[in-house]
């Protein structure tokens, strides 16, 4: 009987007994165009990048549209705050 499973997304690499993978490490930067940089690894395969204005349950997580392979970059949101993620879709 199978009580639950997951994946690892980069192969090869080693997963912990009991243990998820858990998302890829997300990096940003500020370029000199003044745009948002997030970058991760492409190894972990297609990831959703989101976004919210809030992290005040219920949280409204968008989708970037039009999102290509990483660096990915971004509008700086101005004087509002942003909260991105991302997730296997």
């Known amino acids: 009987e199978v009580s639950g499973y997951d994946w690892n997304p980069i192969p090869g690499a080693p997963i912990g007994a009991g243990e998820s993978p858990g ?13 948002l940089l997030l970058e991760w690894d492409a190894a972990y395969g297609q990831m959703q990048l989101e976004w919210a204005n809030t992290l005040v349950e219920p949280v409204d997580w968008q989708p970037v549209p039009e999102l290509g ?13 942003r909260f991105y993620r991302l997730r296997r879709p």
């Open 23 to 35: 998302p890829p490490p997300l990096h940003s930067s500020v370029n000199g165009e003044g745009q």
């Open 69 to 81: 392979p990483p660096p990915v970059q971004l509008p700086l949101a101005g004087e509002a705050q």
